[in-house]
C-alpha cells in the first residue's frame, strides 16, 4: 500500500464551525456584490481596478498552491524518491489552492458571465498574457484533478482502475510540472505592460523569472508549514528528518531568489529608490526582510533540524512571497491618470477573502480525515481534535 | 479638475521610474507602425480657453449621463476625471498666484484628457478577448462590451490611465473614448473637436497634423496667426490669436511608440499630468517580446514537455514503482 491513510475523527468541531461561519459570511458578501455590483463590496477604482480578490486570492492562492509543483519537481524531475511521502498533502494543497483561485477570479470578473468568450478561437488574442494565464490555470486544476484520482480511487477501493491510471499517470505529472512554470512565471509578466506605472524597485523585466521562483519557494514553504500544523493541531507524527531536507532546498531556492533580486536592482539601477523614505521604500524593506530571514533561520544543519525554526521560516517565506505580489501589483502601483487614487481594501473584501481561505481550510480537515492524503497517518489520540 | 501639487510630484516621480526603466529590455518585439491612413487629434493646450463646451457635445455625441463631483451640488455636469460617465475632461494646471495663462510659474494652462489611441496601444495588447481592437486603417481603438470578461486588465496597463469600468453597477462594463468612430463612419468630424471654438482640438489626418504641429513650433511668439478649426482642412473658418511660446516638442510623436492624439503645450507636459520619460516604444514591445522569446509556435514548451515527459517516466520506472504507490523507502525512517 501507499502508507498514505485517513485519520478519521469528527469533522463538525468547535474550529471547523467557525471556518463554516467565516464561509457563509463570505458567501452573503458575495450576494450583496453580484446584485449591486463590484463598488458596493469593495474599494477598487479607476486608479487601483485591482485589488486583493486578484493579488491575495488568485495570485497569492495560487503561488501557495504551487507545494504539488514544488514537490512533483524535486520526486519525478529530480528523482528524489524521499520525498515522496510528502506528495499527496502537498499536491492537495495545489488542488484547493487553484481550484479555489479559479473559482474566486468569477468574483471579479466585470463582466462574469461572458468568461467563455476565454475560450472561442475567434475572440482569443494570443499576445495577452491573462489570455496564457488564464488557459494554463484551467488546466492545471484539470490536471491536478487527475493526479489527485489515485487518492479517491483508493478509498473507493477501485483498484483496478488505479492501475490502469497510473499507467499514464506519468504524462499528466509532466503537465503538471509544465504548466505552472508557464503561468507562475506569466504571473509576473502580466505586471510588465503596466511600464513605468510600477515602481522600478518591482517593474523589470525579470519578472516572470523572480514571480516563477517565488511560488516555487512558496510552495516549499507551504510543505513542512502544513506538516507542522497537522502534527499540532491533528496530533499527526512529524518526519522531522525530511522536513528539514524540504527546508534546504527552500533555503537553496531562497539564496537564488535573493540573488537575482538584488543582482537585478542593482544592474538596473534602482536600488537607490530603496531609501527614498516613502511607503513603497518601507515595504520593499520588509519584504526584502521576510526573505532574508528564513535564510538565516535555516543557515545551519542543526538550525535546520528545529521544527521550531523550520516553522518560522515557512511563516516567513510565505509572508515574503505574498508581499512581493502585493508590492509589485499594488503598492509598487501609481496610476498616472494624474488624479490622487488610493486603495486599501474594504472590511467586506477582507471578508470574501478570509471566507476563501476558510473554504480552504475546511476542505483539508474533510480530505484529511476521510482519503488517504496524510503519511504514516495515525488516528488522533483523544476523540476530539 | 485641478492638477495639485501632488498629482505634479505624482507626475514627476512616475516620470523618474521610467527614466530608470526606459533603457533596460533584454528582449523587445518589433515596435507597430502607424497606419498611413490614420486619424488623430492635435490638443493645442495654449488655444484652450476651458469653456468645456468639448465635454458637452462628447457627452452628447456618446449618450453618455451626466456626472458630478465629489460633494458638490448636483447643479451641472462637473467630473473631475474620465469614468464609466465621461469619456472626455479638461483639468487645469495651476501654479502659485496662477495670474497668467499658459506660464509655468505662477501659471495656469488646460489640459485636455481622453483615449490617446496609441500606435502599440497596451490595452489591445493586454486583453485576452479582443474587446480593445485597433482599426488597421483608422487606428482607432475600439472597445467591444459584447465579449468583455470585465477583468480590466486594460485599466491597470494603460500608461494613460483611461480606460474606465462601472463599478457601480451589476452588469458595468468598460468605458473609453472611441474617437466618435460612430460620427466618422457618417463622414463627420469627432464631437469634440467639431464644437471647439478655438481649434484647441483639431481632428485630421495623423501625418498632416504632425506637418501642423511643427509649423506651430516655427512660429514667432506673439505674432498674430491663424489656427484651424474642426478639421483640418476643413471648410471651418479658423480662429485668429497671437502664437504662443510653445514647449518645442510635440508630445505623442515618439512617447511610447507614439500617439494618435498629440499635444502642444507651453508648459512642460509633465505638469499636464502626461508621462515624460517613458520608453520610445510602447510597454507592449516590452512584455510581448518576453512572451514572443518564450511561447513562439510553444516551441519551447513543447520541447519542454517532451523532455519531462520522458524524464518523468523513466524515474517512475527506475524508481521500480508505479506514477503513484511509491514502494516506500522511506517509510521506516523515525518519527518524533
Given at each position: 500500500m501507499s502508507g498514505h491513510a485517513p485519520i478519521a475523527?469528527?469533522l463538525?468541531?468547535?474550529?471547523?464551525?467557525?471556518?463554516?461561519?467565516?464561509?457563509?459570511?463570505?458567501?452573503?458578501?458575495?450576494?450583496?456584490?453580484?446584485?449591486?455590483?463590484?463598488?458596493?463590496?469593495?474599494?477598487?477604482?479607476?486608479?487601483?481596478?485591482?485589488?486583493?480578490?486578484?493579488?491575495?486570492?488568485?495570485?497569492?492562492?495560487?503561488?501557495?498552491?504551487?507545494?504539488?509543483?514544488?514537490?512533483?519537481?524535486?520526486?519525478?524531475?529530480?528523482?528524489?524518491?524521499?520525498?515522496?511521502?510528502?506528495?499527496r498533502s502537498?499536491l492537495m494543497?495545489?488542488l484547493?489552492?487553484?481550484?479555489?483561485?479559479?473559482?474566486?477570479?468569477?468574483?471579479?470578473?466585470?463582466?462574469?458571465?461572458?468568461?467563455?468568450?476565454?475560450?472561442?478561437?475567434?475572440?482569443?488574442?494570443?499576445?495577452?498574457?491573462?489570455?496564457?494565464?488564464?488557459?494554463?490555470?484551467?488546466?492545471?486544476?484539470?490536471?491536478?484533478w487527475?493526479?489527485f484520482t489515485p487518492t479517491f480511487l483508493e478509498r473507493l477501493g477501485w483498484h483496478n482502475i488505479r492501475?490502469?491510471l497510473?499507467?499514464?499517470?506519468?504524462?499528466?505529472?509532466?503537465?503538471?510540472?509544465?504548466?505552472?512554470?508557464?503561468?507562475?512565471?506569466?504571473?509576473?509578466?502580466?505586471?510588465?505592460?503596466?511600464?513605468?506605472?510600477?515602481?522600478?524597485?518591482?517593474?523589470?523585466?525579470?519578472?516572470?523569472?523572480?514571480?516563477?521562483?517565488?511560488?516555487?519557494?512558496?510552495?516549499?514553504?507551504?510543505?513542512?508549514?502544513?506538516?507542522?500544523?497537522?502534527?499540532?493541531?491533528?496530533?499527526?507524527?512529524?518526519?522531522?528528518?525530511?522536513?528539514?531536507?524540504?527546508?534546504?532546498?527552500?533555503?537553496?531556492?531562497?539564496?537564488?531568489?535573493?540573488?537575482?533580486?538584488?543582482?537585478?536592482?542593482?544592474?538596473?539601477?534602482?536600488?537607490?529608490?530603496?531609501?527614498?523614505?516613502?511607503?513603497?521604500?518601507?515595504?520593499?524593506?520588509?519584504?526584502?526582510?521576510?526573505?532574508?530571514?528564513?535564510?538565516?533561520?535555516?543557515?545551519?544543519?542543526?538550525?535546520?533540524?528545529?521544527?521550531?525554526?523550520?516553522?518560522?521560516?515557512?511563516?516567513?517565506?510565505?509572508?515574503?512571497?505574498?508581499?512581493?505580489?502585493?508590492?509589485?501589483?499594488?503598492?509598487?502601483?501609481?496610476?498616472?491618470?494624474?488624479?490622487?487614487?488610493?486603495?486599501?481594501?474594504?472590511?467586506?473584501?477582507?471578508?470574501?477573502?478570509?471566507?476563501?481561505?476558510?473554504?480552504?481550510?475546511?476542505l483539508?480537515?474533510l480530505f484529511v480525515k476521510y482519503l488517504p492524503v496524510l503519511h504514516?497517518a495515525?488516528?488522533?489520540?483523544?476523540?476530539?481534535? | 479638475?485641478?492638477?495639485?501639487?501632488?498629482?505634479?510630484?505624482?507626475?514627476?516621480?512616475?516620470?523618474?521610474?521610467?527614466?530608470?526603466?526606459?533603457?533596460?529590455?533584454?528582449?523587445?518585439?518589433?515596435?507597430?507602425?502607424?497606419?498611413?491612413?490614420?486619424?488623430?487629434?492635435?490638443?493645442?493646450?495654449?488655444?484652450?480657453?476651458?469653456?468645456?463646451?468639448?465635454?458637452?457635445?462628447?457627452?452628447?455625441?456618446?449618450?453618455?449621463?451626466?456626472?458630478?463631483?465629489?460633494?458638490?451640488?448636483?447643479?451641472?455636469?462637473?467630473?473631475?476625471?474620465?469614468?464609466?460617465?465621461?469619456?472626455?475632461?479638461?483639468?487645469?494646471?495651476?501654479?502659485?498666484?496662477?495670474?497668467?495663462?499658459?506660464?509655468?510659474?505662477?501659471?495656469?494652462?488646460?489640459?485636455?484628457?481622453?483615449?490617446?489611441?496609441?500606435?502599440?496601444?497596451?490595452?489591445?495588447?493586454?486583453?485576452?478577448?479582443?474587446?480593445?481592437?485597433?482599426?488597421?486603417?483608422?487606428?482607432?481603438?475600439?472597445?467591444?462590451?459584447?465579449?468583455?470578461?470585465?477583468?480590466?486588465?486594460?485599466?491597470?496597463?494603460?500608461?494613460?490611465?483611461?480606460?474606465?469600468?462601472?463599478?457601480?453597477?451589476?452588469?458595468?462594463?468598460?468605458?473609453?473614448?472611441?474617437?466618435?468612430?460612430?460620427?466618422?463612419?457618417?463622414?463627420?468630424?469627432?464631437?469634440?473637436?467639431?464644437?471647439?471654438?478655438?481649434?484647441?482640438?483639431?481632428?485630421?489626418?495623423?501625418?498632416?497634423?504632425?506637418?501642423?504641429?511643427?509649423?506651430?513650433?516655427?512660429?514667432?511668439?506673439?505674432?498674430?496667426?491663424?489656427?484651424?478649426?474642426?478639421?483640418?482642412?476643413?471648410?471651418?473658418?479658423?480662429?485668429?490669436?497671437?502664437?504662443?511660446?510653445?514647449?518645442?516638442?510635440?508630445?505623442?510623436?515618439?512617447?511610447?511608440?507614439?500617439?494618435?492624439?498629440?499635444?502642444?503645450?507651453?508648459?512642460?507636459?509633465?505638469?499636464?499630468?502626461?508621462?515624460?520619460?517613458?520608453?520610445?516604444?510602447?510597454?507592449?514591445?516590452?512584455?510581448?517580446?518576453?512572451?514572443?522569446?518564450?511561447?513562439?509556435?510553444?516551441?519551447?514548451?513543447?520541447?519542454?514537455?517532451?523532455?519531462?515527459?520522458?524524464?518523468?517516466?523513466?524515474?517512475?520506472?527506475?524508481?521500480?514503482?508505479?506514477?503513484d504507490t511509491?514502494?516506500?523507502?522511506?517509510?521506516?525512517?523515525?518519527?518524533?
Amino acid at each position: 500500500m501507499s502508507g498514505h491513510a485517513p485519520i478519521a475523527g469528527r469533522l463538525l468541531t468547535k474550529p471547523f464551525i467557525v471556518l463554516a461561519l467565516l464561509f457563509m459570511l463570505a458567501v452573503a458578501i458575495l450576494l450583496a456584490r453580484f446584485i449591486f455590483g463590484l463598488g458596493a463590496v469593495t474599494n477598487i477604482n479607476d486608479g487601483y481596478p485591482w485589488g486583493i480578490w486578484i493579488v491575495i486570492d488568485v495570485m497569492i492562492g495560487t503561488a501557495i498552491g504551487c507545494a504539488g509543483y514544488a514537490v512533483a519537481l524535486l520526486v519525478y524531475l529530480f528523482n528524489r524518491g524521499e520525498y515522496h511521502p510528502l506528495i499527496r498533502s502537498a499536491l492537495m494543497a495545489g488542488l484547493f489552492g487553484y481550484t479555489l483561485a479559479g473559482i474566486a477570479v468569477i468574483f471579479d470578473l466585470g463582466r462574469y458571465w461572458q468568461f467563455y468568450t476565454l475560450l472561442l478561437p475567434w475572440y482569443v488574442q494570443l499576445n495577452s498574457v491573462m489570455l496564457e494565464v488564464a488557459w494554463c490555470v484551467m488546466a492545471y486544476v484539470v490536471v491536478l484533478w487527475i493526479e489527485f484520482t489515485p487518492t479517491f480511487l483508493e478509498r473507493l477501493g477501485w483498484h483496478n482502475i488505479r492501475e490502469k491510471l497510473s499507467k499514464v499517470l506519468f504524462f499528466f505529472i509532466a503537465l503538471g510540472i509544465l504548466l505552472p512554470t508557464m503561468h507562475q512565471s506569466s504571473l509576473g509578466t502580466m505586471a510588465v505592460v503596466a511600464g513605468h506605472q510600477i515602481s522600478p524597485l518591482w517593474q523589470t523585466q525579470m519578472l516572470p523569472a523572480l514571480f516563477l521562483i517565488s511560488a516555487l519557494l512558496m510552495g516549499y514553504a507551504i510543505v513542512p508549514f502544513e506538516a507542522i500544523l497537522a502534527a499540532l493541531g491533528l496530533h499527526q507524527p512529524l518526519e522531522t528528518p525530511l522536513l528539514a531536507k524540504i527546508s534546504a532546498v527552500a533555503l537553496a531556492v531562497a539564496l537564488f531568489f535573493l540573488a537575482l533580486r538584488f543582482g537585478d536592482l542593482i544592474w538596473r539601477d534602482a536600488l537607490g529608490l530603496a531609501l527614498a523614505g516613502d511607503i513603497q521604500a518601507l515595504m520593499f524593506w520588509v519584504e526584502s526582510a521576510l526573505f532574508i530571514v528564513p535564510v538565516l533561520l535555516l543557515a545551519t544543519r542543526t538550525m535546520r533540524t528545529n521544527p521550531r525554526l523550520i516553522f518560522l521560516a515557512a511563516i516567513s517565506l510565505l509572508l515574503a512571497g505574498s508581499l512581493y505580489r502585493i508590492n509589485t501589483y499594488i503598492i509598487g502601483y501609481q496610476p498616472t491618470a494624474g488624479a490622487t487614487w488610493s486603495y486599501f481594501p474594504s472590511v467586506t473584501e477582507i471578508m470574501v477573502t478570509v471566507g476563501i481561505f476558510a473554504l480552504e481550510v475546511m476542505l483539508y480537515l474533510l480530505f484529511v480525515k476521510y482519503l488517504p492524503v496524510l503519511h504514516g497517518a495515525a488516528a488522533p489520540p483523544r476523540a476530539r481534535t | 479638475m485641478a492638477l495639485n501639487r501632488r498629482d505634479f510630484l505624482k507626475a514627476s516621480a512616475a516620470g523618474m521610474g521610467g527614466a530608470l526603466a526606459a533603457d533596460v529590455h533584454a528582449v523587445q518585439r518589433e515596435p507597430k507602425k502607424l497606419s498611413p491612413d490614420a486619424v488623430g487629434m492635435l490638443y493645442d493646450s495654449t488655444l484652450c480657453i476651458g469653456c468645456k463646451a468639448c465635454m458637452s457635445a462628447c457627452k452628447q455625441a456618446n449618450g453618455m449621463p451626466p456626472e458630478v463631483a465629489g460633494q458638490m451640488e448636483p447643479i451641472w455636469d462637473t467630473p473631475l476625471e474620465t469614468s464609466g460617465r465621461t469619456l472626455n475632461v479638461i483639468k487645469l494646471y495651476q501654479n502659485g498666484s496662477a495670474d497668467q495663462k499658459d506660464r509655468d510659474i505662477d501659471g495656469y494652462a488646460f489640459m485636455k484628457r481622453h483615449c490617446m489611441h496609441c500606435v502599440d496601444p497596451s490595452c489591445v495588447s493586454a486583453c485576452p478577448v479582443s474587446a480593445m481592437t485597433k482599426d488597421p486603417s483608422s487606428g482607432i481603438v475600439e472597445h467591444h462590451p459584447d465579449r468583455c470578461i470585465g477583468c480590466r486588465y486594460c485599466v491597470y496597463s494603460c500608461p494613460f490611465g483611461i480606460p474606465k469600468y462601472e463599478y457601480d453597477d451589476p452588469f458595468g462594463q468598460i468605458q473609453k473614448c472611441e474617437f466618435c468612430s460612430h460620427l466618422q463612419a457618417e463622414g463627420k468630424v469627432p464631437a469634440c473637436c467639431d464644437v471647439c471654438p478655438t481649434g484647441a482640438s483639431l481632428f485630421g489626418r495623423v501625418d498632416d497634423l504632425q506637418r501642423e504641429a511643427r509649423r506651430r513650433l516655427q512660429m514667432q511668439p506673439g505674432d498674430e496667426v491663424e489656427f484651424p478649426r474642426g478639421k483640418l482642412g476643413g471648410g471651418q473658418p479658423g480662429h485668429l490669436a497671437p502664437a504662443p511660446e510653445y514647449i518645442q516638442a510635440v508630445y505623442g510623436e515618439k512617447e511610447l511608440g507614439g500617439t494618435q492624439i498629440l499635444y502642444l503645450s507651453a508648459v512642460p507636459f509633465d505638469r499636464l499630468g502626461l508621462p515624460v520619460n517613458v520608453p520610445d516604444v510602447g510597454y507592449p514591445a516590452i512584455s510581448e517580446g518576453i512572451q514572443h522569446m518564450l511561447y513562439k509556435w510553444m516551441l519551447i514548451p513543447a520541447l519542454l514537455l517532451a523532455g519531462l515527459t520522458y524524464v518523468v517516466q523513466r524515474n517512475i520506472r527506475a524508481a521500480g514503482h508505479d506514477s503513484d504507490t511509491t514502494s516506500d523507502k522511506t517509510s521506516d525512517e523515525e518519527q518524533s
